[in-house]
């Protein structure tokens, strides 16, 4: 409830805090969809894929592969129509971003997808929309009725002659609807089972044809991108990460939210600096940086820039900026029960080493907290994590196998503890 | 006949969008449950018809996705996230609180059919934590007397 605007803010969320943003009146008033027109009347489908290729924006769901080089695998040509798919199921846990950009934000992202739908010459958008997400999607619904009776969608987009359909769908409940062939089942009106690729989706997506699937996040850059050009939006961010991204800082800090800043901004001055640092004057323990899928880092490493290029060294990624903070009286083996248990819980069950894996990773982990545990059950840990990880038909077996080795990596003594007290050792930790 | 003709008629709609008849099977799901309050196998059978697929090509999506109901539920639904920022201030506590008031345990309804207590994986208000959502409907920066509050204003 209320309104949740990120306390910094940038080209993205400027205009977050005014009402009249969300509607198509005052979109336009601050200079709404004329990165569109420009794109639709003066540029050619490709000068508008290479100009996004040439800002380099890399695509923020997670994975961070460049947007433009994606659009630019769509086939040309030929008769198959080609889809859109924009992915607003944001389920990572610790990611909140995709939700106020829904919510006070739907008119830039829907005309970035238009600017995509240009490029990729496609004729109809799907927005994937998590289905918890109803003020969202009520946001996405209102904006979309706008765009349609000001002829902005539909049969003649901008008065161009260009046509655009956009479908807004609502999922159901499942966390792999995030991923992009899981999603594009769940379009299907089928299970979110991701599928084997390839085909990969440009050959091979929603219902047969070819697809791209982008972010939310992704497509509000691409107007600001038009307006400004590539150069400007690499004024942002670093050489290899351009761009701002919204992080979102949640867990024992003082003033947990979303912040707007350049990727590159470093870990320790997101927390200190603009989240007000760990609440209750406590100490740090460790910080999840991109989305629970993400390894965590402890205390000491945490003077790091946010760019992958960066995290990579220290073995974890951005994901979906997602930044959770743990202060001292956390007991990690209590947190790797919680992020082991949620992935047991969302496994799509296709794969045996992630429907197995999960499970058996979560109930080895409770029986450590319970006390119960033994120091080969920690060794047995790292082993099924090993075997889960890059064997399955998509990234989620990673998902859930990278925190286990992330806590194991830089924690191991937590769980040590437990097996020689026989008992959790953290009496001020959070509540199971 | 089990699923009214007015939900008929706004299923058709929705297949309408799609380019295959199946795109609509969610948004059919949605449409009905919200009608009936969960997907009996009576209604599954009716969806199968209006989709010529088979009553488990349904019942295999309702139980995939933890949004749709293969059982009655309450007349509302309290989710507590229980996800690790959420629990990090605290949810659980949160939860156990209404467990306790609620006479119920998460997954269960109370005796009057008044309420289905639930916890949800993230909700994407780890910010805002601890949260609920209540029907469509999420109540943030909460603590137990404020979400007691609004558990009893439910009717």
């Known amino acids: 409830m209320g309104l949740k605007v990120p306390f910094v803010t940038s080209y993205l969320t400027e205009h977050f805090g005014d009402d009249d943003f969300t509607k198509l009146e005052g979109y336009r008033k601050r200079g709404g969809w004329e990165a569109a027109r420009k794109a639709l009347t003066t540029m050619t489908p490709d000068e508008v894929t290479e100009t996004v290729k040439a800002s380099g924006l890399q695509g923020r769901g997670g994975a961070g592969f460049p947007a433009g080089l994606k659009w630019s695998f769509m086939p040309k040509g030929g008769d198959k129509p080609r889809y859109i798919a924009c992915n607003a199921d944001e389920s990572e846990p610790g990611s909140f971003k995709d939700r106020i950009l829904l919510e006070r934000g739907a008119h830039q992202m829907l005309e970035g997808i238009l600017i995509g739908a240009w490029a990729m010459q496609a004729e109809k958008t799907f927005i994937y929309c998590r289905g918890e997400y109803a003020g969202p999607g009520a946001s996405i619904r209102r904006a979309l009725e706008e765009c349609y009776a000001a002829g902005i969608l539909g049969a003649n987009c901008l008065g161009t002659g260009f046509c655009h359909d956009v479908v807004l769908m609502l999922g159901a409940g499942a966390y792999i609807c995030g991923e992009e062939t899981g999603l594009l089942e769940s379009l299907e009106g089928k299970k979110g089972q991701p599928r084997k690729k390839p085909p990969f989706p440009a050959q091979h997506g929603a219902f047969g044809m070819p697809t791209t699937v982008n972010n939310v996040e992704t497509f509000s850059h691409v107007r600001h991108i038009l307006n400004h050009g590539p150069e400007w939006f690499k004024g942002f961010g670093t050489d290899k990460s351009p761009g701002t991204t919204i992080f979102g800082v949640s867990g024992h800090v003082a003033r947990p939210g979303l912040f707007e800043l350049p990727l590159g901004t470093r870990l320790d001055e997101i927390i200190f600096e603009h989240a007000g640092g760990v609440a209750n004057g406590r100490k740090l323990k460790g910080v999840i940086p991109g989305g629970m899928s993400m390894p965590i880092l402890p205390a000491g490493q945490i003077d790091v820039q946010m760019a992958n290029e960066f995290l990579r060294e220290r073995k974890t990624m951005l994901g979906t900026g997602g930044i959770i903070v743990m202060d001292e009286t956390t007991c990690m083996v209590r947190a790797s029960c919680v992020i082991t248990y949620f992935f047991r819980d969302e496994s799509c069950g296709q794969c045996t080493q992630c429907r197995e894996g999960t499970g058996w990773l979560h109930k080895i982990i409770t029986r450590i907290e319970r006390g119960a545990g033994s120091m080969e059950d920690i060794d047995i840990l790292a082993d099924i994590a090993g075997k889960m990880e890059g064997a399955t038909i998509c990234a989620f077996a990673d998902a859930a196998a990278w925190p286990v080795q992330g806590m194991l990596r830089h924690f191991r003594e937590d769980f040590e503890l437990h097996v020689k007290h026989g008992k959790c050792p953290f009496p001020e930790s959070f509540e199971l | ?155």
């Open chain 2, 1 to 155: 006949m089990v699923i009214s003709e007015e939900t008929r008629a706004k299923i058709e709609a929705e297949i309408a969008k799609y380019p295959q008849r199946r795109g609509g099977l969610l948004p059919a799901l949605h449409l009905v449950q919200k009608e009936k309050g969960w997907i009996s196998l009576e209604t599954a059978q009716e969806l199968a018809g209006i989709f010529g697929i088979k009553p488990v090509d349904v019942m295999e999506v309702v139980s995939f996705y933890s949004m749709f109901y293969d059982r009655p539920q309450g007349r509302h639904h309290v989710h507590v996230c229980t996800n690790l920022p959420c629990s990090l201030r605290g949810s659980r506590d949160l939860l156990r609180g209404l467990e306790a008031h609620l006479g119920v345990e998460a997954g269960e309804t109370t005796l009057d059919g008044r309420i289905t207590l639930g916890h949800e994986e993230c909700l994407g208000a780890c910010g805002y934590s601890p949260m609920m959502r209540v029907d469509e409907t999420y109540h943030e920066d909460l603590d137990l007397a404020s979400a007691r509050e609004i558990v009893d204003g439910l009717k």
